[in-house]
């Protein structure tokens, strides 16, 4: 991993541009992005949500649950944030992805009490939305969308 360590910073909404090394927090939106931490510059965004990420602030250093995998990046980098530090993880096959794109679409029709898994289905469009989403100017339009969609 080319970022060993992440700064936190809260703040209300994400800059047009990440700065690589920091883990940007926004509660009103409820999301988390950063610049990868393989170095590769690609954005990534983990949505707060029961069914999605945490992160746990002990007054000092995030914690962001669970690992952040890129698997619709090029690079396929996967790691865990854990006390402001990178941890590199295990790569993952693509059938260990899919595996855990079922898991998340039946979690999330549990959770909202949906009739069925179907109607939580993604498309590839809406993963690469919900891993790399465009400038600050329509990002909130972007994240609310996907919000009422899915991720996978």
Known sequence: MRHSVLEHRFVETFPETLERGVLYVSLEFGSAAHSCCCGCGEEVVTPLTPTDWN??????????????????????????????????????????VAAERRRDRRAKAAHYGLDTASDVAVSATDVEASQTLPAASGRKNRFLGWLLGSKS
Do not use: F, M, Q
Request: charged share 20%; proline share 10%; aromatic share 10%.
């Open 55 to 96: 992160i746990t602030y002990d007054g000092e250093t995030i914690t962001l649950h669970p690992s952040v995998g890129s698997w619709t990046l090029p690079c396929r980098s996967h790691y865990v944030i854990r006390r402001n530090r990178v941890i590199e993880a295990p790569p993952w096959s693509d059938a260990e």
